[in-house]
């Protein structure tokens, strides 16, 4: 994937986070946009297409698991759980509503962007061999 026209949809409340990740990812050439709370972060996720999602655990209106489910119902985009809580709970239960991977706060900028490529890496990966799959079996 072409990093330049890769949209990163950022959920976050605390300006200071929201802050920390976009000056984190735009030098990094990610298109970023934002949302501070859940109804705005589906909504963004349905119309915007992105394809990543940051997304915080701790939000006002609903908490990032809840939101998760939410898009799941109508997106597989890659979805990175924030979280302040390094407890294994909090890590499974991410996992189990959908999303691919989580970063536990305070993060350094480098781990954020590792994370972001890992995630994007593999799905990149798995869209090539759909496409090969697709393309041998359109040749029978
Ligand atoms: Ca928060």
Do not use: H
């Not at 305070?106 to 593999?122: D, K, N, Q, T």
């Amino acid at each position: 994937m072409d990093k330049v026209s890769t949209r990163v949809l950022v959920v976050e409340d605390e300006p200071r986070y929201l802050r920390t990740i976009e000056t984190t990812l735009r030098p990094d050439g990610y298109v970023v946009f934002t949302a501070s709370n859940g109804e705005m972060a589906i909504q963004l996720a349905s119309t915007k297409e992105p394809n990543l999602i940051l997304l915080d655990v701790r939000l006002p209106d609903m908490s990032g698991y809840d939101v998760c489910q939410q898009i799941r119902e109508f997106s597989t985009v890659p979805i990175i759980m924030l979280t302040a809580m390094a407890e294994t709970a909090d890590k499974i239960r991410g996992l189990e509503a959908g999303a691919d991977d989580y970063v536990t706060k305070p993060f350094s900028a480098g781990e954020l962007l590792a994370r972001i490529a890992a995630v994007l890496r593999r799905v990149s990966f798995y869209e090539n061999k759909l496409r090969q799959t697709i393309f041998r079996a359109g040749n029978f």
